[in-house]
């Protein structure tokens, strides 16, 4: 890549125009991560915690994640149970 030097900011051209992502996809993204998570506890209660070492917390993470992601599929297994006819 060339490097371009100029004498003062006046001389600097103006910066290419982007193509911006549609602003309304990124709010109908956060919508269905709430949806989806909405009824779940937070992965960890509020407070410090600390460990002996890095191990012990990337397993303690570990295992919030997995009991996180148990509680999540049980409930859209109930979801599924409830629709008309069972299936989804």
């Known amino acids: 890549m060339p490097v371009h030097r100029y004498r003062s900011i006046d001389d600097v051209p103006p910066a290419a125009a982007r193509v911006g992502r549609d602003a309304a996809a990124g709010g109908f993204a956060l919508a269905h991560i709430e949806a989806m998570t909405a009824g779940l506890p937070p992965l960890f209660a509020a407070g410090v915690y600390r460990?002996?070492?890095?191990?012990?917390?990337?397993?303690?993470r570990e295992r919030a994640l997995r009991a996180r992601m148990r509680r999540l599929r049980a409930s859209r297994q109930r979801l599924r149970g409830a629709r008309p006819g069972g299936v989804g």
Request: hydrophobic fraction near 50%; charged fraction near 30%.
């Open 51 to 60: 460990y002996a070492s890095i191990e012990a917390a990337d397993a303690d």
